[in-house]
């Protein structure tokens, strides 16, 4: 069974930074385009971040350019989210994804972690 487990999330100040962290299991991740996805109160779920399979071209939403970092590690079924500089409009729920960069292309879900921004 595939499982993708979070971690890292927390609630910090405006400028913190967190580092979010997401193991997967019982699928071939080094197959896949790995991201990051968030969901705010009354939003849709969102593409924050991709990493690819090869050659790790990475992708990032326009509104966390600069700020955020994802990468990978597929020797440990790994990948990350280094956010810098967060902000209040950066609070969500943050959901690691088997594909990216829309919701109708990911194969496997976390159940999320949650990171909350204070002003």
């Known amino acids: 069974e595939a499982q993708l487990v979070e971690s890292g999330g927390g609630l910090v100040q405006a400028g913190d930074s967190l580092r979010l962290s997401c193991v997967g299991s019982?699928?071939?991740?080094?197959?896949?385009?790995m991201g990051w996805f968030r969901q705010a109160p009354g939003k849709e779920r969102e593409a924050v971040s991709c990493?690819?399979?090869?050659?790790?071209?990475?992708y990032y939403t326009n509104s966390v350019k600069g700020r955020f970092t994802i990468s990978r590690d597929n020797a440990n079924n790994t990948v990350y989210l280094q956010m810098n500089n967060l902000k209040p409009d950066d609070t969500a729920v943050y959901y690691c994804?088997?594909?990216?960069?829309?919701?109708?292309?990911?194969?496997?879900w976390g159940k999320g972690t949650l990171v909350t921004v204070s002003s």
């Open positions: 019982g699928f071939d991740f080094d197959s896949y385009n």
């Open positions: 994804a088997a594909g990216c960069s829309v919701v109708a292309l990911v194969a496997y």
């Open positions: 990493i690819s399979a090869v050659d790790d071209i990475t």
